[in-house]
Structure formats: structure tokens, C-alpha cells
């Protein structure tokens, strides 16, 4: 595999790392029941976490099978 666009895997990178720090402290600065009803603590580093995986997906590329 063979990273096509530098700029969209250090933006995806960034997201990614951002998106997880924000998740953990609004995991660990409540209980846990508070998984049970949706949160906006928890609406942005979910959108973080997807639009993330979409970069980093983005910019890879496989090789191409010639027949």
C-alpha cells in the first residue's frame, strides 16, 4: 500500500488523535451509565472518529491488478 495524498493522512492523523483524547475525557469524566442516553460530549469525537477513518481510507492506494 502506497499513501497517495501526505496532506490528507497527517489531516486524518490529527482528527484521529484529537477525536480520542476528547472521547476519553468525556468517557472517564462521567460514569459509565451515561452511554445509555446520547450526549453532545459524545456527537463531535464520534464525527471526528468517522470523518478520520474516511481520510485516512481516502488516501491509500492498492496496486492495481493487471489481467
Known sequence: MKIQSIPM???GLVILILSVIMMSF???????LAWLAPEPRYYIPTIGLILSMFLLACCYSSP????
Request: hydrophobic share 45%.
Open 26 to 32: 468525556a468517557i472517564f469524566q462521567s460514569s459509565m
Open 64 to 67: 492495481s491488478e493487471e489481467r
Open 9 to 11: 493522512f497527517m489531516s
